[in-house]
């Protein structure tokens, strides 16, 4: 009986024993079973790009493009752009309005700020605008004379001397 028992154990050995072709061809099934599944995952995350990757691509590029204008902006506004502060009677002619600093070339020398009037009625008169710096000084002013129709709005500007400091802007004044 012990050896029919250590037959049957070799002839199992034997029998599970792989040779190496075999060996060669398993891990040849293997290899191709999983190169086509990665190979299936790569063509579905290319499908997937084509079909989301372009409105993934315009959303990111309108994220850049909003910080881009987002910074162009704040420049604009921190250096060029300033609050008008308007005294009672400027209100019951126009609409609240912003200062557009503008600074000449050097072989002008011109310094102006520009203002948007919009009119609530008929206006012909003269306008002044001061402006002021962060201590609250006068640092320069402008006298203009406008003439304007009720609902109308157009642009004016008023002239400062080159020597006034508009970088050192805080706020303007305007009657």
Excluded: W
């Excluded at 910080?67 to 008008?84: P, Q, Y």
């Excluded at 520009?114 to 008929?122: E, F, G, Q, W």
Aim: aromatic share 6%; proline share 1%; with cysteine.
């Amino acid at each position: 009986m012990k050896k029919v028992l250590v037959l049957f154990s070799a002839l199992a050995i034997l029998v599970s024993c792989q040779s190496k072709e075999e060996k060669m061809k398993e891990a040849e099934a293997d290899g191709n079973e999983a190169v086509a599944v990665k190979s299936k995952l790569i063509e579905g995350a290319g499908k997937a790009l084509q079909e989301e990757g372009k409105e993934a691509a315009k959303s990111a590029s309108k994220g850049i493009g909003d910080v881009i204008k987002g910074i162009n902006s704040g420049m604009s506004e921190s250096i060029n752009t300033s609050k008008v502060i308007s005294d009672p009677a400027f209100k019951t002619n126009f609409e609240e309005c912003k200062a557009e600093k503008i600074y000449g070339a050097d072989s002008d020398k011109q310094k102006k700020v520009t203002i948007y009037l919009i009119a609530k009625k008929d206006f012909k008169g003269d306008v002044l605008l001061k402006a002021f710096d962060a201590d609250k000084k006068e640092i320069g002013r402008s006298k203009l004379e406008v003439s304007i129709k009720k609902d109308d709005a157009k642009y004016v500007d008023f002239s400062f001397d080159e020597r006034t400091h508009l970088l050192q802007t805080e706020y303007f004044t305007i009657k």
